[in-house]
């Protein structure tokens, strides 16, 4: 499904990423760790185009993901959430995910603020889905609440719930887990298996907790000052010297 071949980005005297290589199928579950600064969002934000690399080839479904503008992204089926909360608090929680459902809209720039029967039937529809989501992840009692005021943890399966109402079928978690509790964390690894099986989902995630990674995914890739080195299972990552080191350094 995901093809990244020698994916390299600089931002002035900064390398962030040094041809780098990836490859995800179809249905994986993948964890992508590394020290603080290794590159990991950094590779998100080129695989949602918010970056564009220096040098490099990413590949989605067999296409070129560089020639896709970055508006685009979400109707090719990528989604993703965000290390700190992209949530609007003043938004009720359906509100919040009825944002990632209306790329599937077509309202026009003229139609919706006149609010022409064909727009207030749409907006029924994106409702309605919006509402079947929040069900699956047990947050539709909560759809009338604003966003403001509700727990992080509760806050973090929203945008989870905002990144499906977008009907991906690659999903990008960047660090889902980080500010939870112990006991979140195990719901929220539940929560990311079901919605993988249920939504038919390619998942890729970014996380520190080595917990979570390392009992949800199947394959880990750990980067280093932007370079892959290590992947394979996580029991094969986890006694990989090369990992060991850049998290706990070596003996002066």
């Given at each position: 499904?995901?093809?990244?071949?020698?994916?390299?980005?600089?931002?002035?005297?900064i390398?962030?990423?040094s041809?780098?290589?990836?490859r995800?199928?179809?249905?994986?579950?993948?964890?992508l760790?590394?020290?603080?600064?290794?590159g990991?969002?950094?590779?998100?934000?080129c695989?949602?185009?918010?970056?564009?690399?220096?040098?490099?080839?990413?590949?989605?479904?067999g296409?070129d993901?560089?020639?896709?503008?970055?508006?685009a992204?979400?109707?090719?089926?990528?989604?993703?959430?965000?290390?700190?909360?992209g949530?609007?608090?003043?938004?009720?929680?359906r509100?919040n995910v009825?944002?990632?459902?209306?790329?599937?809209g077509?309202?026009?720039?003229?139609?919706?603020?006149?609010?022409?029967?064909?727009?207030r039937?749409?907006?029924?529809?994106?409702?309605?889905?919006?509402?079947?989501?929040?069900?699956?992840?047990?947050?539709?009692h909560?759809?009338?609440?604003?966003a403001?005021?509700?727990?992080?943890?509760?806050?973090?399966?929203?945008?989870?719930a905002?990144?499906?109402?977008?009907?991906?079928?690659?999903?990008?978690?960047?660090?889902?887990?980080?500010?939870?509790?112990?006991?979140?964390v195990?719901?929220?690894?539940?929560?990311?298996r079901?919605?993988?099986?249920?939504?038919?989902?390619?998942?890729?995630?970014?996380?520190h907790?080595?917990?979570?990674?390392?009992?949800?995914?199947?394959?880990v890739?750990?980067?280093d000052?932007g370079?892959?080195i290590?992947e394979?299972?996580?029991?094969?990552?986890?006694?990989?010297?090369?990992?060991?080191?850049?998290?706990?350094?070596?003996?002066?």
């Amino acid at each position: 499904m995901l093809e990244v071949e020698q994916l390299t980005v600089r931002f002035g005297g900064i390398t962030a990423l040094s041809g780098v290589d990836l490859r995800v199928s179809a249905g994986e579950l993948i964890g992508l760790i590394g020290p603080n600064g290794a590159g990991k969002t950094t590779l998100f934000n080129c695989l949602t185009r918010r970056y564009t690399p220096d040098s490099g080839r990413l590949a989605y479904d067999g296409d070129d993901l560089l020639r896709v503008a970055p508006f685009a992204i979400a109707r090719r089926g990528i989604s993703r959430t965000f290390q700190n909360l992209g949530l609007f608090p003043a938004l009720t929680v359906r509100e919040n995910v009825m944002v990632g459902a209306h790329q599937h809209g077509k309202a026009g720039f003229w139609s919706a603020p006149l609010r022409l029967p064909g727009v207030r039937t749409e907006e029924a529809r994106l409702r309605e889905e919006a509402d079947t989501v929040l069900r699956r992840l047990e947050l539709l009692h909560l759809a009338d609440h604003p966003a403001a005021g509700l727990p992080f943890g509760t806050l973090k399966r929203v945008e989870v719930a905002r990144a499906l109402a977008a009907k991906p079928k690659l999903l990008l978690l960047d660090e889902p887990v980080n500010g939870l509790t112990h006991g979140e964390v195990e719901d929220f690894a539940g929560i990311v298996r079901r919605i993988r099986d249920d939504f038919d989902l390619t998942i890729v995630v970014v996380e520190h907790h080595m917990g979570f990674v390392m009992g949800l995914c199947e394959r880990v890739v750990c980067l280093d000052f932007g370079r892959v080195i290590s992947e394979g299972t996580p029991e094969e990552v986890q006694r990989d010297p090369a990992v060991i080191e850049a998290y706990l350094g070596t003996e002066a």
